[in-house]
C-alpha cells in the first residue's frame, strides 16, 4: 500500500482545470477516510458513494487509514463527476488495481451505490480541459460517450459499471469506444420556420435581414397580431451555420446546463432561447447554490435570445443584460469563487406600444402617460444598445395572401450570406466575423467613412439625439446595409437608413 494518482477535472462555468487526486492507504490506526481540498457537500458525500459501490461491484475496501488529496488544494471542488476517479485512486493506492493504465488517464462519472456510473453535466468543456492539460485518455460513463466523441486529440472510453473500469485498468478487459445506436431516437431534422409564413411587414422583414447580416440587435413595437414573436423565430432560419471553434463553445454551455439532446450532436445551428417574462434575474443570466449554472443569456450564446412581451418584464431584469450586450460574457461571483459564462448573442425585443394594446392605435384607451410610462421600461441605455428599431402596424387588405407572396427564408438567406462573406473578407485579419463585433474606435481609425457620408451623425451628435455608442452602433450598420448592397464602402443613403433605423418606434 502506498500514495498513487488519478485525474479529474473541476468546472468553474465552461472553464475547466485538471485536478490531481492522490491517495494515501497506511495501514495501522482507525480505518477512516479523509478528503482534502475544499471539497463542497455533495464532494464529501462521495466518500460514502465510493465506499458503496467499491464493495458492490465485488471489491474489498481497504481497513486501514485512507486520506484522498485533490490538487490544487486552494480551489474548491464542488460536484459528483470525481467519483469514478476517487474510486480509482483508492484502489490504486490499496495496491488491488496496478497503476500503469491510470497515467495520463483523466476520469468522470457520478457513482451510483451498485457501482453504475451516472452521466455527468460538463463533460465536453471537461474534457477539453483535459486535452489542454496535456491527458492521453478519458474513461467516462457510457451514456456520455457520444458527446465525449466531439472532442478530438484524446483517446476516449465509455464505461456503464465500475467493475469494468476496475477490470480494463487490470488489463482484463475493454472499454467501449463507440457509443451504443440507440434506434428509438433519431436526429431531430426539424428546421427553423420559414419567413413565407410572414404576410406583410416590409419594414420589420427588412430590419430581420439587416440583423441577420450583421448580428444587430432588434427592437420591434407593435400591437398583438402584426407578427413580431413569428418574425423573431425566424431570424435563426437566415443565419449562417456557426463555425466549428463556436459550435464548440455553444455545446460547451449546453453541456454544463445539461440540455444536450440524447444524440449529442455538435450545435451547428444557432441555438434560439425564449424565455417567459417571469423568469428571475439568475434564470436569466445565471446563478443558483453554490457555483452559478449558465442562464438564458448564455443558452443563446452564438444564437438568438428572444425577449417577448419586453415592457412586461420589469426593469430589474432588462437590465441585467447590459453587460452581456456590451461584454459579450457574463461573470458571476460567488464564496466558491468567480464564473465566466459567454454570452455573445443576439437580442430581439418585443413589445407592445401601450399597456391595453388594441389592434389599431386608434382605439388605444391609454393616456399619454401610460404610453410613456410603459415603454420607459425599456431605459435609454438598454434602447442605446439595440442597433434596429421598428415599428409594426396592421395588416392591410392589399398584404393577404392572393397577391404577391412573401419570400421564403432562403432567399434571404442567400442574401445574408453574401453579406457575412463580404463582412468576414474585411475583418477575418482583425480576428472579427462580422460588423457588430467590430469595436468602435477601431471602425473610426482604421475604416473611416468620408465627411459627407457622416455628417447626419456629426449633426446627431450636436443636437444630442445620438449618443457616442450611438454613433458607432450607425456606422456598423451602415455597414452591414452596404455589404447587403454589394458596395465596397458604405456611402451618405447607408448611413440615413440605418440612423433612421434607431427613430422608428416612437408612438
Not at 14 to 32: F, Q
Not at 377 to 389: A, C, E, I, Q, T
Amino acid at each position: 500500500m502506498g500514495l498513487h494518482t488519478t485525474w479529474a477535472v473541476a468546472l468553474f462555468g465552461v472553464d475547466g482545470v485538471l485536478v490531481e487526486i492522490e491517495s494515501d492507504v497506511r495501514g495501522g490506526g482507525l480505518p477512516n477516510v479523509q478528503l482534502l481540498g475544499l471539497p463542497d457537500a455533495a464532494l464529501q458525500e462521495s466518500k460514502n458513494r465510493v465506499r458503496a459501490a467499491i464493495r458492490n461491484s465485488g471489491e474489498h475496501w481497504p481497513q486501514s487509514c485512507v486520506t484522498l488529496a485533490l490538487s490544487p488544494a486552494a480551489m474548491p471542488k464542488t460536484g459528483t463527476s470525481f467519483d469514478t476517479a476517487l474510486a480509482m485512486a483508492v484502489l490504486a493506492g490499496a495496491e488491488r488495481v496496478p497503476p500503469g493504465r491510470l497515467e495520463g488517464t483523466v476520469f468522470f462519472g457520478e457513482l451510483a451505490l451498485d457501482g453504475r456510473i451516472r452521466p455527468v453535466r460538463g463533460l465536453l468543456p471537461g474534457l477539453l480541459a483535459a486535452v489542454a492539460g496535456g491527458m492521453r485518455r478519458a474513461v467516462v460513463p457510457l451514456e456520455g460517450l457520444r458527446e465525449a466523441k466531439l472532442v478530438e486529440r484524446i483517446e476516449v472510453l465509455g464505461a456503464e459499471r465500475l467493475e469494468e473500469v476496475i477490470a480494463w485498468a487490470r488489463g482484463m478487459g475493454e472499454l467501449s469506444r463507440e457509443p451504443t445506436a440507440d434506434p428509438g431516437s433519431a436526429p431531430d431534422s426539424s428546421e427553423a420556420p420559414d419567413l413565407v409564413d410572414v404576410v406583410g411587414q416590409p419594414d420589420a422583414r427588412w430590419a430581420l435581414e439587416v440583423a441577420a447580416a450583421g448580428g444587430h440587435h432588434l427592437l420591434m413595437v407593435g400591437p398583438p397580431g402584426t407578427g413580431k414573436t413569428m418574425l423573431a423565430r425566424r431570424l435563426c432560419g437566415l443565419l449562417p451555420e456557426l463555425p466549428v471553434p463556436r459550435a464548440l463553445e455553444t455545446t460547451a454551455v449546453h453541456s454544463v446546463a445539461g440540455e444536450l439532446s440524447e444524440q449529442a450532436e455538435l450545435l451547428r445551428t444557432p441555438p434560439f432561447v425564449a424565455p417567459h417574462h417571469s423568469i428571475s434575474v439568475a434564470g436569466l443570466i445565471g446563478g443558483g447554490a453554490g457555483l452559478a449554472r449558465p442562464g438564458a443569456v448564455s443558452r443563446a450564446h452564438n444564437g438568438v435570445l428572444l425577449v417577448d412581451e419586453a415592457c412586461e418584464w420589469g426593469t430589474k431584469r432588462l437590465e441585467s443584460m447590459r453587460t452581456a450586450l456590451e461584454e459579450g460574457e457574463i461573470r458571476l461571483s460567488r464564496t466558491e469563487g468567480t464564473l465566466r459564462y459567454p454570452a455573445r448573442f443576439q437580442l430581439v425585443l418585443a413589445t407592445n406600444p401601450c399597456p391595453c394594446a388594441p389592434a389599431r392605435d386608434i382605439d388605444c384607451q391609454c393616456t399619454p402617460h401610460a404610453r410613456r410610462k410603459y415603454l420607459a421600461k425599456l431605459s435609454g441605455p438598454l434602447l442605446d444598445r439595440v442597433d434596429l428599431r421598428v415599428r409594426m402596424r396592421p395588416l392591410s387588405t392589399m398584404e393577404l395572401p392572393g397577391h404577391e407572396p412573401p419570400e421564403s427564408s432562403s432567399r434571404v438567406r442567400e442574401r445574408v450570406s453574401r453579406a457575412r462573406r463580404a463582412a468576414i473578407r474585411r475583418w477575418e485579419n482583425h480576428g472579427w466575423s462580422s460588423n457588430s463585433e467590430v469595436p468602435g474606435p477601431e471602425l473610426r481609425r482604421e475604416f473611416p467613412l468620408p465627411e459627407e457620408a457622416t455628417r447626419l451623425l456629426d449633426r446627431g451628435l450636436d443636437t444630442g439625439s445620438l449618443t457616442a455608442r450611438g454613433v458607432d452602433r450607425c456606422l456598423r450598420v451602415a455597414w452591414t446595409l452596404g455589404d447587403l448592397d454589394g458596395v465596397e464602402r458604405p456611402g451618405p443613403e447607408h448611413v440615413a437608413a440605418a440612423l433612421q433605423f434607431r427613430g422608428r418606434t416612437a408612438p
